[in-house]
């Protein structure tokens, strides 16, 4: 957040300093509220981008094994511009080089769901997947991972045959 708002004050300052020699090759004849104005369109025009542009940025400095599962665009009540423009804060991602698989069944793997979100720490969530049950399971208290790759203590749910994830880990995609 500090980074953003220094790049703010630098894209005012930039702006500001634009008009300003505007106003001095005018020979001073464009009016004074024009440097804070401009100023102020900047920094607008600037904070619009930064937010709406900031889910393709990231996605785009994620390495080519992450997968993106989910975007939601939101729509805030204190942003009514979302109403007409939904915007993306947060993702959830799977690093299919990071899943492995285990010993003992082909078909179990385990890996970490990433959330990212616009303004918090990413989150790594454990999850065991199982590819020939179309089942899933967070990897919570209680969970463990025997020497062989076998997972216990855990609670299956099915998961529909479209899920993002299973597809990610189990297909490759």
Sequence with gaps: ???????????????????????HLSGWRLPRWLVPATMGLAILAYTVWNEYSWYERTRAA??????????????VFYRPWTYLAPQVTRFLAI?????????ADPALRLGRVQVVERWAPTRMVPMAFDCAGGRLADMVDGAAVAADGTVSGVTWRDAPDDDPILKAVCQGG
């Design 1 to 23: 957040m500090l980074y953003d708002f220094i790049a703010t004050i630098a894209v005012a300052m930039g702006a500001g300093g634009l008009a300003l020699a505007l106003r």
């Design 62 to 75: 994620l390495p080519e094994s992450v997968i993106v599962l989910a975007a939601p665009a939101d729509r």
């Design 95 to 103: 690093d299919r080089a990071a899943v492995n698989t285990a010993a």
